[in-house]
């Protein structure tokens, strides 16, 4: 069921290359926007930086509305200056869950009065003894370079500036995966495009709600809002988890290119779960099956508690190298977890919501 | 910009024929004759052999890595080829084999990390390269093992005047090595872009031996560390200073009589330059100064901070300075 005219991997690219360090997220978000509008009625901002694409279910008159909110965010990890030091060097902090590790000789771009392109530096090896090259590199031992003068920079940089890394993505194995910045987790707010692509020519009876989240790198903020403020009556979070690769037990990640990752556990409500294991069978999917024992680290935990409690669900797309700026996913996941989405809005029925408070 | 084109090249050694073929084609129409040796060295002389021979030298390659193994789930195992420090490694970019995969370094996600784990630094044994193959036979579709990574980093200007990208040790010194061959009002002296510098300057012990001048100026690129928490006393060169004059390093004692030409050369020309205040390192003089009955060798480096990384950071100006100082140490020795 190929979407005429939505390439997933062209919308990924785009939103990744796209700034949106938590807190400031919008480049990505006018990028999202774009795409929305093409396959929902409506799209607005909510008053704490949320954009929220509405689209109207079509029912049988005399049926009560009923909605389904489907969120990823749309915030990605960075850093922010905390000093111009001597030499026009910057010194930082993180936002959001970095390895401090991976950023030496990195790329980034320092959002000043004006994008300065700079690089992550350190001591220089050449003057560490070896006892010292195996200490822990913490974030107090890293700089940016910018290329400027101390007064330069003072003239170019505030404390406080945004800092993204500096990573356009790339396709890898032919254009089976792709790599690079903020997949985690654009990549969410790409699925909810292919879904809402697909549901161009699908009828659906739920009112539905594309929702890109901010600040979930931070604490899952912007879900707290737009959870509250749209209200659905069902939900699903759409975010990256853990993928396989070398040195991981199996039972920590997921397969790349093996389908969606479906959560159950306590974060998530147990027929919905159930309902989209079901789809994924029955339309033939490629799924995996996550068990999570407490948080899901994702919007779905702030979903789940809004109001008098929302009925959600989580499904993730597994993604190499998390946090980092060659995060690494697999194309076809991203398309089927589209598809899983639009044939959970297509299934909906009052009379699933109405059944999903009777355990 | 020569230095750009140069190092976006991929010639890590041993595979330095792509950065060969760019120089050979950068000197097409100019009066010089050139072959290539049994190992890899581009050699080259302009105009009529004087005495004395005059050679300069550059090396064209880069440190990278090598593909050593393809596991079972198509991921890399790499060894580094030459000196890298393995904290840069994790989480960039790479190319790998001569058709130029594109693949990424990964590790361990640091959220899966046992807390002890996480206070280490990455080594090489902790990475591999993901090129995105389901496992080893797509993997082996794509690569070879015993093919070469680098860094995937296009040069970029930033800031006031400087330049960011990989390899501009040496490609730095090879663009001023070519922009002094292709200058009209230079002649008489043999120039030579060596290969293997960075695993043991291999190249440069059979071009001096070719040759056989009797005077070497080696053109390269050295670390600076003019960089938060680094005294400035061990800084060993700074950025904007000028070209770096080398007195002593691991491979040579740099020949007194040439060291004092070219001070005076950049005085009277008045040209900035530093000294190189480190004497840790080693560069194609430790070779080219032992060739045949010794030859009479001098280093001058453009310096360079981040070097041996994906990004390393040079200022345009020390660049044009060093080409000027070879460039006017010649002309002195017409006189």
Request: contains cysteine; proline residues 5%; negative net charge.
């Amino acid at each position: 069921m190929p979407v005429s005219g939505f390439k997933i991997k062209d919308v990924l690219m785009e939103l990744s290359a796209a700034t949106g360090v938590s807190g400031d997220e919008g480049a990505a978000i006018d990028v999202a926007a774009r795409y929305f509008r093409q396959y929902t009625d409506r799209v607005k901002r909510d008053r704490f930086g949320n954009l929220i694409a509405f689209k109207e279910g079509k029912l049988p008159a005399g049926e009560p509305r009923f909605s389904l909110a489907l969120a990823a965010h749309i915030d990605e990890i960075g850093a922010m200056v905390t000093q111009i030091a001597r030499g026009g060097f910057l010194r930082f902090t993180a936002i959001g869950g970095i390895d401090p590790r991976t950023l030496l000789g990195q790329a980034v771009v320092v959002h000043g009065r004006t994008p300065l392109k700079g690089v992550v530096g350190a001591l220089a090896p050449h003057l560490l003894a070896e006892r010292e090259r195996r200490k822990e590199l913490t974030l107090e031992k890293l700089y940016i370079d910018v290329g400027l003068s101390e007064a330069e920079a003072r003239e170019q940089v505030r404390v406080g500036d945004l800092i993204s890394l500096d990573q356009e993505p790339v396709l890898l194995n032919g254009e089976k995966c792709c790599a690079g910045k903020a997949m985690d987790n654009r990549a969410g707010v790409a699925v909810l495009l292919q879904c809402a692509a697909e549901l161009a020519s699908m009828q659906h009876r739920a009112d539905l709600y594309f929702i890109a989240t901010v600040q979930e790198e931070v604490g899952l903020r912007g879900a707290v809002t737009a959870a509250y403020g749209v209200s659905p009556d069902l939900a699903v979070a759409v975010d990256v988890t853990h993928g396989a690769a070398p040195g991981l037990p199996d039972h920590e990640v997921h397969s790349l290119g093996k389908g969606p990752v479906i959560a159950i556990g306590p974060n998530i409500h147990p027929a919905l779960g159930e309902k989209l294991h079901a789809l994924a069978q029955s339309y033939r999917l490629p799924y995996q099956i996550e068990p999570v024992a407490g948080n899901t680290h994702t919007d779905a935990w702030a979903f789940q508690v809004s109001r008098e409690g929302i009925p959600t669900a989580l499904v993730s797309v597994p993604l190499r190298y998390m946090h980092t700026a060659v995060e690494l996913l697999n194309l076809d996941d991203l398309i089927a977890a589209g598809q899983l989405l639009a044939f959970l809005s297509r299934s909906l029925d009052g009379a699933f919501w109405e059944g999903l408070s009777c355990y | 910009m020569l230095l750009a084109e140069l190092a976006n090249l991929p010639g890590v050694s041993g595979g330095e024929k792509r950065v060969r073929q760019a120089i050979v084609e950068a000197l097409a129409g100019c009066p010089v004759e050139m072959r290539t040796d049994n190992i890899g060295n581009l050699l080259v002389r302009k105009g009529p052999r004087r005495s004395p021979h005059v050679m300069l030298a550059a090396h064209m390659d880069e440190v990278g890595l090598m593909v050593v193994a393809i596991e079972k789930s198509g991921h890399l195992k790499f060894k580094p080829v030459g000196g890298i420090d393995s904290r840069v490694l994790a989480a960039k970019r790479v190319r790998v084999g001569a058709a130029a995969v594109p693949g990424v370094i990964g590790a361990k996600a640091v959220h899966l990390q046992k807390d002890d784990d996480r206070k280490k630094p990455y080594e090489i044994e902790d990475l591999f390269i993901d090129i995105g193959a389901a496992g080893k036979e797509e993997a082996e579709a794509l690569v070879k093992i015993g093919d070469y990574a680098t860094f995937d980093t296009a040069a970029t200007p930033i800031g006031s005047g400087f330049w960011r990208g990989k390899a501009f040790d040496d490609r730095a010194g090879c663009a001023v090595l070519l922009q002094l061959l292709r200058d009209p009002e230079l002649t008489g002296f043999s120039a030579v872009f060596t290969v293997q510098e960075e695993i043991g300057s291999r190249g440069a012990i059979t071009a001096s031996y070719a040759l056989q001048p009797d005077r070497a100026l080696i053109i390269e690129t050295t670390a600076a560390a003019d960089t938060p928490g680094t005294g400035e006393d061990f800084s060993s060169t700074v950025l904007g200073a000028g070209p770096a004059l080398s007195v002593m390093d691991r491979s040579v004692i740099v020949d007194r009589e040439m060291l004092t030409e070219l001070i005076a050369t950049a005085r009277e020309a008045g040209l900035p330059f530093q000294f190189r205040r480190f004497t840790g390192g080693g560069t194609d003089a430790g070779a080219v100064a032992l060739a045949g009955e010794g030859v009479k060798t001098a280093v001058v480096s453009t310096p360079c901070r981040y070097i041996h990384s994906p990004h390393s950071i040079l200022k345009e100006s020390d660049l044009q300075a060093t080409a000027a100082l070879v460039k006017a140490w010649l002309l002195r020795g017409e006189r």
